[in-house]
Structures are given as structure tokens and as C-alpha cells.
């Protein structure tokens, strides 16, 4: 997809049904004393920081390019492919963070 999804489980007459809803509006803070250097960095909408900003692919380019920014880093990757084959390799320490990022917030 191109944003966060969610949907919550009700049980009722004695089956699960799902319940879609618009997760991806929620509001997303900073908790750890990094988070607080690098969310100044992120990309925001209407002046806060939702889960959409984060939480897709277009979110994890969204962190990388905030992690970059907080350190004065090169950030020479674009895409959410790019981003997470280099986090994966291990070849580029921004990548690498930007991944850890998504995945602890998801």
C-alpha cells in the first residue's frame, strides 16, 4: 500500500469481523533522547507528525532523510528500496538507523 493501514477484531456471534479504520492519522512523539535530535527533522504535516510520516515507504525515506539532517549526513538514497537495501547490507549507518526507527515505531 502507500500509507498505513489498520483495522481492529471484533468478536461477535461467535465469529472475528474486521473493523477498518485510519490508524495512519495518529499522532507519533519522540521518546528516547535521539528521537528528540531527529524528529525535528521529519517531514511534517499540518505542523505535527503522524504515522503515515513514518510508518510507509515513503515514511522510511522520510527518516532517513531526518537522520541524515540531525548528524549532517550525505543522504544519497531516495526511494524506500534504496533505503532498506542498504540498511539490510549494512553499507550505510543512516539506512541502517532509519530502519531501526520504522521498525521500533511500527
Known amino acids: 500500500g502507500t500509507g498505513l493501514g489498520v483495522a481492529g477484531l471484533i468478536y461477535a456471534l461467535r465469529h ?3 473493523v477498518p479504520g485510519a490508524g495512519g492519522h495518529m ?6 533522547p535521539r528521537d528528540f535530535e ?7 504535516l ?5 504515522g503515515e510520516q513514518i510508518l510507509c515507504g515513503r515514511g522510511l525515506v522520510n527518516l532517513y ?3 541524515a539532517k540531525a548528524d549532517a549526513r550525505p543522504m544519497p538514497f531516495t526511494t524506500p528500496a534504496e ?8 553499507s550505510d549507518a543512516v539506512a541502517e538507523e532509519a530502519l531501526s526507527l ?5
Open 16 to 18: 472475528w469481523i474486521p
Open 27 to 32: 499522532d507519533i512523539g519522540p521518546r528516547t
Open 38 to 44: 531527529v524528529f525535528p527533522h521529519i517531514d511534517k
Open 46 to 50: 499540518d505542523g505535527r507528525i503522524s
Open 65 to 67: 532523510r531526518a537522520v
Open 83 to 90: 533505503v532498506t537495501a542498504a540498511a539490510l547490507s549494512k
Open 102 to 106: 520504522f521498525v521500533t515505531c511500527l
